[in-house]
């Protein structure tokens, strides 16, 4: 634990009386979100805005532009990041208000370039979107009305001005930085801001350069003290006692005697006076809590949060109360070096964790639209998914709190990159004074949070420079790569760390992801990996078998958005995968040519519009699982499988596994399984001629537990039978059985049968799985015939399913919005009766079942 005193503080507890503030605080905040009206510069017509927005949002309500995403109006709305746009209000202050000591403006984020004006007196000039601007405005306010306006500068015209600057072309991965899009003449150019890389156009993302007032901004003010900022240390924390130690920034507006109150759960901790100088002061508060309850990753155990309240008051009178929740454990990172090279996992409260999840990018590409009740959707998606962890990627947004709130809430570990991806970025020293601040502010702003595991510099700039050919390019002179490297060193070796020992130091600091130690390349027997090789030289997907590394934070597989969110963005004659619509949903550049590849292959798919959507999610579903269960059967070698990417900023295809309307794709049913807690998998190898069955768990050993494994026909005909009893370890992947997949399959054809496993203990299933023997487009499935009876239930219509054959990848299709299948895509074995949930007002007509064998050629 450390703090940095900025003035002495004397603690002065026992010459001040107790606390008994008065409930309502001296400290005046008001959000400055009414009467916005905004402006293209070069125009004299005002339209109303929304504050906290942006630009191409407020021209969409005011009826100025159709929905940016629909069918191809990315391509008619690329004019607005070219103009200058003005935003002003009004605000009204009484004598009352202006007659406080201390008055200040905040804006939690400006996108980007913005002059702020306030009665005509420039009072900011900001150049950062992910950092915070302030202004003491006691002097230039005024009684009655003041006007407030802000100038945003085209983020197009004043990055070009810097690329155009600068002798030599920084790298950037080619579908990152969709600059055709925008008519620059291939001048990509989002490196040159502090801002939302992906607002360029990412290979998932449309290229929307926003501009605007896009987080809250207030007028504060006030007489006494402000909390400026709390940092909650946590120290030795035990089943006993938990320390902590509060660190609390305080902005005095005169010097002042001060009582400062810390409570949890509405018990008092602390109470202590304190003399403040007029300024910033830091104070400390140590406390304990007794009998802490430890909070867990879900999956793990609880997340109890205590509910912080820190109260500063000056005879009795309130001056500020602060209340925040936090989460009692320890975590670290654990790179222990062992035979192979060093093992990368977390551990939290002593115990190691599987890391299960996926990546997360900004959940629209205008991103005030995204609020806590679309946070708290995808991030339960993401627990009913059996996820306990999610990676927020660097070519987005610090999130806002409210993300991780829920992730507290619900256990979610987050992985948090910098703001930095896919690119070199300049390394002048305004840019990294910039960094500097938004690092801080960032920083300050996300360590209390239980969930926040890791920070980690950027996304795949270590393996752009050493191993996307950027270092080698030519076009540079030896100069031009030392300031690129040097600044680069300067950044995410010596900077970014700095910070963060300085400011969070209790939280481990990885400068690139992926990489296999702090500077090294990425490889599969050190650190993290992203595994993305087997698209550019279409290997079969079982290359997933080998390509294991010690923590795989990114690995993925395209595929369509579903078929009613496809619908809502095109049109009739856009229902073609080749078709321009829908090809300019699918930014990746190689897709959806290569996911047709692979369905093809794979599957044999028909060609109609409506099959290939399904096929290609099928596809997507059977390669994370594939791919999931590979990961975990290689436990512990292997601890974290984060597949990319949890979520999508508009309708398209892409790696997401929850479309941008919410809809899960059958991917993230398969997800769920894979992520179980205890799962059984039988690695079929047909390479190898061996088939090997493994039971893995996040939990306890337990003993006597039996595996049977059926070998059946499409009819159902048992061929085979066996079983095991085995003792499944704790935490860890057990290998059961392994044998010859001939010598299991004897006289019958791989074609023709698939093998079911069970896990029982007790007679109780916990586990179960089905194995196949043949690529899917050789099964030689019976043609489908699935009954279902239909009740109505409590909240929707249970859906009752059987079939006397084996059916593949039953879809339940339900018109209408609002609705939610609780399982979807899955199989049917032959006489089994599936019962599934559809939650919302649903009535049989609006249900259409289908499978497989129905979209199979
Ligand atoms: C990863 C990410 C993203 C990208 C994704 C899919 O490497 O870091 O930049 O969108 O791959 O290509």
């Given amino acids: 634990m450390k703090c940095k005193l900025i003035c002495t503080i004397a603690a002065t507890a026992s010459l001040l009386a107790s606390c008994g503030a008065s409930a309502k605080s001296d400290l005046q905040r008001t959000e ?29 309500a005011a009826g100025v532009i159709e929905d940016p995403f629909y069918r191809d ?115 990509m150019v989002n490196m040159h801001n502090r801002k939302t890389a992906s607002h360029f156009g990412w290979d998932w993302g449309p290229r929307f350069v926003t501009s605007g007032i896009w987080k809250p901004a207030y007028l504060i003010s006030w007489n006494g003290a402000k909390i400026e900022n709390i940092h909650y240390q946590q120290g030795k924390i035990d089943k006993e006692k938990a320390e902590v130690l509060a660190v609390v920034e305080l902005d005095a507006a005169a010097d002042e005697n001060v009582m400062v109150k810390l409570s949890a759960k509405g018990d008092k901790l602390a109470e202590q006076g304190f003399s403040l100088k007029k300024g910033l002061n830091v104070i400390e508060l140590p406390v304990s809590i007794k009998n802490p309850e430890l909070w867990y990753p879900a999956g793990s155990g609880a997340q109890p949060l205590y509910d912080m309240q820190m109260e500063i008051s000056k005879d009795g009178q309130l001056l ?115 960094v500097r601040a938004e690092a801080i502010d960032n920083v300050k702003r996300l360590r209390n949070h239980a969930s926040l595991a890791i920070w980690c510099g950027n996304n795949e700039m270590t393996s752009g420079w050493h191993n996307w050919g950027w270092k080698n390019r030519k076009s540079y002179t030896d100069e031009n790569k030392k300031e690129m490297w040097d600044g680069y060193t300067r950044m995410f070796f010596e900077m970014l ?41 279409k290997l079969p997907i079982s290359v997933f078998r080998t390509e294991i590394g010690r923590f795989m934070s990114e690995y993925g597989f395209n595929c369509s958005a579903t078929s009613k969110t496809v619908d809502k963005y095109t049109e009739e004659q856009d229902r073609d995968f080749l078709s321009p619509v829908y090809k300019g949903h699918v930014k990746s550049g190689e897709d959806p040519e290569l996911t047709i590849y692979y369905m093809d292959t794979m599957y044999r798919g028909k060609t109609d519009f409506y099959s290939m959507i399904y096929i290609s999610q099928l596809f997507q579903a059977d390669a994370l699982k594939f791919a999931i269960e590979q990961h975990r059967l290689n436990m512990p070698y292997c601890m974290g499988s984060l597949y990319w990417q949890l979520n999508d900023c508009w309708p398209c295809s892409s790696w997401s596994s929850v479309d941008y309307y919410g809809e899960w794709k059958a991917s993230h049913y398969f997800v769920k399984k894979a992520f179980e807690r205890t799962i059984v998998v039988a690695d079929v190898n047909p390479e190898s001629g061996m088939i090997t069955t493994y039971g893995i768990t996040d939990g306890d050993k337990v003993e006597n537990v039996e595996l049977s494994t059926t070998l059946i026909d499409f009819n159902g005909n048992v061929l085979n039978g066996a079983k095991q009893t085995f003792t ?52 030689k499935l019976p043609a489908s015939d699935v009954k279902c009876k239909f009740a109505t239930v409590k909240d929707g219509i249970e859906v009752e399913l059987t079939s006397d054959t084996f059916v593949r990848g039953v879809e339940i299709a339900v018109a209408g919005e609002g609705v939610f299948v609780n399982d979807n895509f899955f199989d049917l074995l032959p006489k089994q009766t599936k019962k599934v949930f559809i939650k919302g007002d649903v009535a049989p007509k609006d249900i259409t079942v289908s499978d497989f064998s129905k979209h199979k050629k």
């Fill in 73 to 187: 109006n990315e391509l008619k709305l690329q004019w607005i990041d070219k103009k200058d746009w003005i935003y002003k209000t009004i605000i009204k202050v009484d004598d009352k208000e202006l007659d406080k000591n201390r008055i200040e403006i905040l804006f939690e984020g400006l996108d980007t370039y913005a002059d702020v004006y306030l009665n005509d007196s420039k009072i900011i000039s900001a150049d950062n979107m992910f950092r915070t601007w302030r202004a003491d405005v006691k002097q230039v306010l005024k009684s009655g009305d003041n006007e407030l306006k802000v100038y945003f500068h085209s983020p197009i015209r004043v990055a070009l001005a810097k690329y155009d600057s600068l002798s030599y072309q920084l790298p950037c991965f080619p579908t990152n930085d969709q600059s055709y899009i925008g008519g620059l003449d291939g001048k």
């Fill in 728 to 779: 499944l370890g704790e935490n860890t992947s057990t290998k059961i059985t392994e044998g010859k997949i001939a010598e299991l399959l004897g006289t019958n054809a791989p074609t023709d049968c698939l093998l079911t496993l069970e896990l029982k203990v007790d007679g109780k299933v916990i586990a179960e799985n089905i194995a196949f023997f043949c690529e899917y487009k050789d099964m």
């Fill in 320 to 434: 500020d109360r602060n209340t925040q929740k936090i989460g009692l454990r320890t975590i670290r990172v654990v790179q222990q070096p062992d035979s192979v090279g060093a093992s990368f996992y977390f551990e939290v409260n002593g115990r190691p964790i599987f890391a299960k999840g996926s990546n997360w990018i900004p959940g629209d590409n205008f991103l005030p639209r995204f609020r806590k009740p679309q946070y708290e959707k995808l991030m339960t998606d993401a627990v009913e998914a059996n996820m306990n962890m999610i990676r927020i990627w660097g070519g987005g947004i610090y999130e806002d709190d409210a993300f991780y709130q829920v992730c507290d809430s619900l256990g979610i570990l987050v992985w948090q990159d910098f703001m930095f991806a896919c690119a070199m970025y300049p390394s002048d020293n305004a840019y990294l004074e910039s």
């Fill in 32 to 60: 400055i979100n009414q009467g916005w009206t905004f402006s293209r510069a070069d125009s004299s017509a005002w339209l109303d805005a929304s504050v906290p927005g942006t630009v191409h949002t407020d021209l969409l």
């Fill in 497 to 537: 760390p700095e910070i963060v020992n300085q400011y969070d130091s209790q939280r481990f600091y990885w400068a690139s992801s992926p990489s296999s130690s702090f500077t090294g390349i990425q490889n599969n027997q050190s650190g993290d990996v992203h595994y993305w090789k087997y698209r550019g030289k």
